[in-house]
């Protein structure tokens, strides 16, 4: 018989970096999962991405066995990045504070792929300039579907 | 052991969690929980900007929450309910609320506090696996990340003499203290540290962490085994194999043999 699923844990941890500490402690320590064990394979699974802020889905059963999938760095996340901004602003459209170019913003496109809910490569695109625009970021140039 | 800070915003929309995201990694935040209509963000106290955090939704209708989290043991739901584990009759390890374990070897007691080594983990067994083929007889023996203690302890109980237990983590350095005293053990030094720079020479390395801190740590654990000695090594992936194998020969210890368990591995290294 399946194992019953008692529970979904969404968390953003950094690659390598995982520890019993706030938020993996409280957040999987209430549900009876063993937290070590939990960290020992997140940063096994991980250490190639060191330091990345990583988005981490954990499913729980009722035996407090837990299996866990581990997505591509946010798109916020890389744009930032990308930007080599501290921050984006926080007044969207009115005080552009950072630009990214087309070329990077493809890149994450590609990267995230897998966890968008895109079909085209170019609607993944729109979707991560949609979110720089959402930052303050200004994406430099024309799209390439504009050319 | 610091405290940490939880802030959490609502509500927020899904765009705004992963902006939000974004920037509260770049003032420092370790990592963060999301919901329906929320986050929580946590940083150690030391590190928290007050200003710098508010300010991200000042002007938004996302309503910030701030709580102080005292260091706690966050594992001991389930340290308080697991099963002994027995590694086939030649180590048992188990907790002072469960029964003695009959026919093994040697029985060990571990009670873990959000420390790592119950056995449950394959990697731990794979490291006691693997001593059962060695002679520990008299040797000197290094517990390079010793978390609950329990390799350290198995090593007494076949003999070594005298063994150095260190991990970087001070609940870890507390718990194996417990443990070590749990069953008795009086040939074991236990010292907080995260490098080999230690003067002597082991007859055994064992050290259960993971590929990056081998890696690192590669040429000091040649540095700090006799010219007979052996390292045992796991905390690694089978797909792990190719990097430190490389590593291991850049720095002029050689495989002997492996044992595999699940996705995990665990690798026995000489001069």
């Keep these: 018989m399946a194992k019953e699923i008692t529970g979904f844990v969404k968390l953003q941890v950094k690659g390598g970096q995982a520890n019993p500490a706030p938020p993996v402690g409280p957040a999987l320590g209430s549900k009876g999962i063993n937290i070590m064990e939990f960290c020992k394979q997140f940063n096994a699974r991980t250490q190639d991405k060191m330091g990345k802020v990583l988005p981490?889905?954990?499913?729980?059963?009722?035996?407090?066995?837990?299996?866990?999938?581990?997505?591509t760095p946010p798109a916020a996340v890389q744009l930032l990045e990308a930007a080599k901004l501290q921050s984006g602003s926080k007044e969207p459209n009115r005080n552009k504070v950072g630009k990214v170019n087309w070329n990077q913003v493809e890149a994450i496109a590609k990267d995230k792929m897998p966890d968008l809910n895109c079909f085209t490569l170019e609607s993944a695109m729109r979707m991560v300039a949609g979110t720089a625009r959402s930052m303050g970021l200004t994406v430099d140039g024309k799209a390439p579907w504009e050319n | 052991m610091q405290n940490y800070i939880h802030i959490k915003f609502q509500p927020v929309t899904r765009e705004q969690q992963e902006i939000l995201i974004a920037q509260l990694n770049e003032l420092g935040y370790e990592g963060f929980e999301e919901g329906f209509n929320y986050i929580s963000a946590y940083i150690p106290e030391g590190q928290f900007n007050e200003a710098a955090t508010y300010e991200l939704t000042a002007g938004t209708d996302a309503a910030v929450s701030k709580e102080v989290i005292a260091p706690r043991n966050w594992n001991e739901e389930w340290e308080q309910n697991f099963h002994p584990v027995i590694i086939d009759d030649f180590c048992g390890i188990r907790a002072h609320f469960h029964a003695p374990l009959q026919q093994v070897q040697h029985e060990i007691i571990i009670t873990p506090k959000m420390s790592f080594g119950t056995?449950?983990?394959?990697?731990?067994?794979?490291?006691?696996?693997?001593?059962?083929?060695?002679?520990?007889?008299?040797?000197?023996?290094?517990?390079?990340?010793?978390?609950?203690?329990?390799?350290?302890?198995?090593?007494?109980?076949?003999?070594?003499?005298?063994?150095?237990?260190?991990?970087?983590?001070?609940?870890?350095?507390?718990?194996a203290e417990e443990n070590i005293a749990l069953n008795h053990c009086s040939n074991i030094t236990i010292q907080q540290a995260d490098t080999l720079d230690m003067s002597t020479e082991f007859d055994i390395i064992l050290a259960n962490i993971n590929k990056h801190v081998l890696i690192a740590n590669m040429h000091a654990i040649k540095q700090h085994l006799t010219l007979d000695g052996v390292v045992i090594m796991s905390g690694l992936l089978i797909g792990d194999?190719?990097?430190?194998?490389?590593?291991?020969?850049?720095s002029g210890l050689s495989v002997l043999a492996s044992k595999t368990r699940g996705d995990w591995m665990c690798l026995l290294l000489k001069k």
């Design chain 2, 119 to 175: 056995g449950h983990h394959a990697t731990t067994h794979l490291m006691i696996a693997s001593m059962q083929q060695l002679s520990f007889t008299d040797k000197t023996v290094l517990d390079f990340g010793t978390g609950t203690g329990v390799l350290a302890i198995l090593a007494e109980k076949l003999g070594a003499k005298p063994i150095l237990a260190i991990d970087n983590d001070e609940w870890s350095i507390n718990n």
């Design chain 1, 56 to 71: 981490v889905l954990i499913t729980v059963y009722s035996d407090k066995s837990f299996e866990f999938v581990i997505k």
């Design chain 2, 241 to 250: 194999r190719p990097d430190i194998e490389k590593s291991a020969k850049d």
